[in-house]
């Protein structure tokens, strides 16, 4: 006999969890949806009534191997470090670990092997493991990550939001991906990633900038640039398709559910 289907729950239940609930459905063999939580609760009346959990803190009721969020960063603060005593956690926003106090304290537990496995899903960010690995040999010097969109692609907080223009190419931010995250913790998961990979820079070393571009009505821009020891530089460009309004590019859907 084959091994028993993976149970997994979902927190969140936006464009990326209906995404990840299909594709979920479509391989009964690997996967079993054991319950979905979002934050709206009507948005889950269509779903079936026996996985739709109302209560976040009753994940620990559905005996679920893996719990994948794709919801907040701030559910990510509150719960991660009990959920990963339960079940092994795929985490979609990494703009929580910004966070020092969180960041040191999953780090300690999951290094002291108190906890199940955790994963960081890479979304948009491409060259993740080559940063890794310059960082692990100590040789990255800096990484910059320049992020351009739609103004109507960003969700953000204020001074920002006050900032877009919907005329005219503006940029919002530059500086710390530390402080980014702060101001919008739903748009640049992908510099987290980045900072996550170059750990000897970390969140307050990785430079972020935020541009918001009217004329990008099909596409979102990531550029890198990495710079090492011994003159080493590489720059890359992803040209990410996404339509307006919408946050995330339709590459960093099947990123996400390849994390899976």
């Known amino acids: 006999m084959g091994e028993k289907p993976r149970r997994v729950g979902l927190l969140g239940y936006g464009n990326l969890g209906r995404f990840l609930y299909e594709n979920l459905r479509k391989n009964p063999s690997q996967w079993e949806v054991a319950f979905v939580w979002n934050r709206s609760l009507e948005k889950l009346n269509k779903l079936p009534a026996h996985i739709v959990m109302s209560d976040i803190n009753n994940y620990n009721k559905f005996n679920v191997d893996l719990i994948v969020e794709v919801c907040h960063p701030d559910v990510v603060k509150d719960h991660a470090l009990n959920m990963i005593d339960h079940a092994d956690m795929l985490i979609g926003s990494p703009t929580a670990f910004a966070d020092k106090n969180f960041h040191e304290k999953l780090t300690e537990k999951i290094q002291n092997g108190n906890s199940k496995n955790c994963y960081i899903a890479r979304g948009a960010l491409w060259s993740a493991g080559e940063i890794k690995q310059m960082a692990d040999g100590d040789w990255l010097e800096s990484l910059s990550v320049v992020m351009t969109k739609h103004p109507s692609c960003y969700k953000l907080e204020s001074p920002l939001q006050s900032k877009i223009s919907d005329d005219k190419r503006v940029v ?89």
Do not use: Q
């Open 172 to 260: 919002l931010y530059e500086g710390p991906v530390r402080e980014l995250c702060k101001l919008a913790p739903n748009n640049v998961n992908t510099m987290a990633c980045a900072a996550l990979a170059a750990h000897n820079l970390g969140f307050d070393r990785v430079r972020g900038v935020l541009i918001s571009d009217p004329s990008l009505t099909n596409l979102h821009i990531i550029d890198l640039d990495v710079k090492g020891t011994g003159g080493f530089a590489a720059h890359t460009v992803r040209r990410n398709p996404a339509t307006m309004n919408n946050v995330t590019g339709s590459a960093t859907y099947r990123s996400l559910w390849a994390s899976v």
